[in-house]
């Protein structure tokens, strides 16, 4: 199972790619979950309001395989503070030690 997080410029660029990843109203076996997450915000003022609103959209997935046709959306921020599918944790820091293995995060860890 591969974890990964993806950013499309906005929800309607999500809902296009979305299309591809169904087939008769299932997802494709491809894909073992999608979460939307949506626009982030990225800070709030002292009444909880957002003051700074990503425009972008953000969604994870669980993956059976790969999929080259997402690698474009792929993004990696820091394993901290960004959701996890329950149980999961480990997966998203092996995808980010991947692509990031001299982050602090990836040190001491064994990602194989």
């Not at 809902?15 to 915000?41: F, M, N, P, S, W």
């Not at 953000?58 to 790969?66: F, G, K, R, S």
């Not at 960004?82 to 692509?99: D, N, S």
Request: glycine share 4%; aromatic share 12%.
């Amino acid at each position: 199972m591969i974890f990964k997080k993806y950013e499309f410029d906005d929800r309607d660029d999500w809902e296009l790619v979305r299309d591809t990843l169904y087939k008769d109203g299932e997802l494709i076996e491809q894909i073992a979950a999608i979460h939307e997450i949506g626009q982030i915000c990225f800070d709030y003022n002292e009444e909880g309001e957002c003051t700074d609103l990503s425009t972008h959209y953000a969604v994870d997935m669980l993956l059976n395989e790969d999929m080259m046709s997402l690698n474009q959306y792929e993004v990696y921020p820091n394993p901290d503070g960004v959701h996890i599918f329950a149980g999961c944790a480990e997966l998203y820091l092996k995808t980010f030690c991947e692509v990031n293995p001299e982050s602090d995060y990836c040190k001491n860890e064994d990602i194989s």
